[in-house]
């Protein structure tokens, strides 16, 4: 992606020197406080749209049950987890090794091809930052200009309270984030409770809840941009997931170059930039998109619709900013089958398939049944002979599971060691039975046996397992006679 850009600059005559500096960073290593102008435009609109419903999808999910359970939850404290409706805990720990390896794998291919368009509209920092507090800033403090007036003014009434309100806002939207990130780990009913029991019994939630207030709350009124910048892994990683073909955020040079300002009545031999920088002044993150695709840009759209609004002016095609590749750019062409989407593509299918089938398959009891370890077999009266073993019972579903076995395969009988088995939602339980058979029925030193469960009536699973018998002696002694 470097090479890329890098590739744009020397086509377009720039020189590498931006490369050296941080927007966001003056000369001296001071902050650079970025005061982007209000971006206007078809863009623009859109991304408030998709950000009105994504903040809808964010703070109603917790909501949403199925039955009586969340259809979303992710205690990681617990470790246990709802997703889409179903309970998954420790014991799918593998699912989750493979769903994390299927969203990676995702992530690479998904940005081969479109770039950073998660950045620009779907990651929640850009949705806060861009479509609610600086929103927030816009409507109390004015435009870019006068915001930046009010921060290098004196305190006067009228600046305490433009902050004032400013603050509180944000502490408040920051609270309102912090609870429902709670919600998703406590569910709604648990941070009910913790807002209504008295503090003494939730300590911890209510701290978390404290906590992660104030991280948003310094985020979003301090931190701001530097989290894409300095902070987020999947910004550092672009140089090495985008390639020339990636649909980027990009200034076509080919059109734009030679830039120069625009003279009133006379003949333009210029590139169609007339150098005006209102692309620059909307930047939320302080680049220059006209030297290339940088890693600070965020794909926020706002130098696209500046760009379209000056070119709608002064009577050119829209676009000299668009989303287009750099190959695009210079070739005029687009390919999207790269051989490096077709190879994350096909391990995507794979993945997919895997992970589709083990969900599918997916049982909600879970039960193993070996032979006792250091066990033979035990003679009973009547002519009868026994094999200990140990049961384990995992109930992955949300209701209490009354758990028996049925010897399905082999003549003989189960006799339970203690009560039934009863497992609660979540849990595991371990019990030990026998199983008798008559010896005449015994043919083999190791007969295989197969052991129905039956969770609250209903068969869930067969499982396979042997059963051992005194074979070996019958025989001697027989031969014996
Ligand atoms: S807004 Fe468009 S015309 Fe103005 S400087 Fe940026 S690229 Fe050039
Ligand atoms: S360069 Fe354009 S798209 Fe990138 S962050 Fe700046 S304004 Fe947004």
Known sequence: MIEAASQNNV????????????????KSGKRNWVYPKEPKGRYTTARTVMSAILLIILFGTPFIKVGDHPFLL???????FIIFGFPFG??????????????????????????????GWICPQTVFMESVFRKIDYWLEGDHRAQK?????????????????KYILYF??????????????????????????????HVAGLTAMLVFTGIFYWIFIWFREQACILVCPYGRLQGVL?????????????????????????????????????????????????NGTQLECVNCTACIDACDTVMEKIKKPRGLIRYDSIKGIKERTRKIFTTRVIGYSVVQVVLLTIL???????????????????????????????????????????DAQHVELKLLKGEGDIKMIGDDITVLP????????????????????????????????????????????????????????
Request: net charge neutral; proline share 4%; with cysteine.
């Open 90 to 119: 420790p014991h799918d720990f593998f699912l989750f090794g493979l769903m994390m390896i299927t969203t990676i794998v995702f992530v690479f291919l998904f940005t081969a091809v479109y770039g950073r368009l998660f950045c």
């Open 74 to 80: 992710l205690n990681i404290v617990d470790r246990k």
């Open 356 to 398: 589709t089938y083990l969900l599918a398959t997916r049982s909600e009891i879970d039960t193993t049944v070996f032979r006792t370890p250091g066990m033979f077999y035990q003679d009973q009266p009547h002519d009868k002979v026994s094999n200990l073993y140990d049961i384990k019972v995992l109930n992955k579903t949300f």
């Open 242 to 290: 985008l390639d020339p073909n990636s649909l980027v955020i990009a200034y076509d040079f080919v059109r734009g170059e030679p830039r120069g300002k625009m003279k009133r009545n006379q003949e333009r031999a210029l590139g169609d930039c007339i150098d005006c920088k209102e692309c620059v002044v909307v930047c939320p993150t302080g680049i220059d998109i006209r």
């Open 172 to 201: 408040a939207i920051s609270f309102i984030i912090g609870n429902t990130l709670l919600a998703y780990i406590v569910g709604v009913d648990g941070l009910w409770k913790i807002v209504i029991d008295p503090p003494s019994e």
């Open 11 to 26: 086509d377009s005559g720039n020189d590498q020197s931006f490369r050296d500096s941080l927007g966001i960073v003056s």
């Open 426 to 481: 979540q849990e595991s339980a371990q019990a030990k039975m026998f199983i008798f058979m008559d010896k005449d029925h015994v043919k083999k030193m190791n007969t295989p046996v197969e052991v129905g469960v039956y969770a609250n009536g209903k068969e869930v699973q067969r499982i396979s397992t042997s059963f051992l018998g005194p074979v070996e002696k019958k025989e001697k002694k027989e031969e014996h006679k």
């Open 149 to 165: 007036r009010l921060n290098e003014s004196p305190w006067t009434a009228e600046k305490i309270i433009k902050k004032g309100a």
